[in-house]
């Protein structure tokens, strides 16, 4: 397998371990950084529920997407804009956990 099939397999298990982000309480809202950019720093972040989420598995998966980033922007020799992603709140909306919502936690 080719390492940007790879990339995309595992965004995808990420999503999908992920799921709807649904949570019965705002505690159980987190915020991920995910992926990496060629200068550093993530690519985005995602909003997950320690309710309906395997956190260690998605830990480990998202490091995994991580390196494998890396490794693809090192052998490409890839440059990114360089632009810093600041890490956006995660609030609790309707059941949900939802970055950059207006009620913020």
Request: charged residues 25%; contains cysteine.
């Amino acid at each position: 397998m080719d390492i940007k099939t790879q990339i995309q397999q595992e965004r995808e298990q990420i999503r999908q371990l992920i799921g709807d982000a649904k949570a019965s309480d705002p505690s159980q809202c987190r915020v991920l950084a995910l992926g990496h950019k060629a200068c550093g720093g993530p690519e985005t972040y995602v909003a997950y529920s320690t309710e309906h989420t395997d956190e260690a598995e998605l830990l480990k998966l998202a490091e995994h997407y991580k390196n494998a980033q890396q490794t693809m922007q090192k052998q490409e020799r890839m440059y990114s804009d360089c632009a810093i992603v600041p890490e956006p709140k995660v609030g609790w909306v309707n059941g949900y956990c939802v970055l950059g919502a207006d009620n913020v936690l």
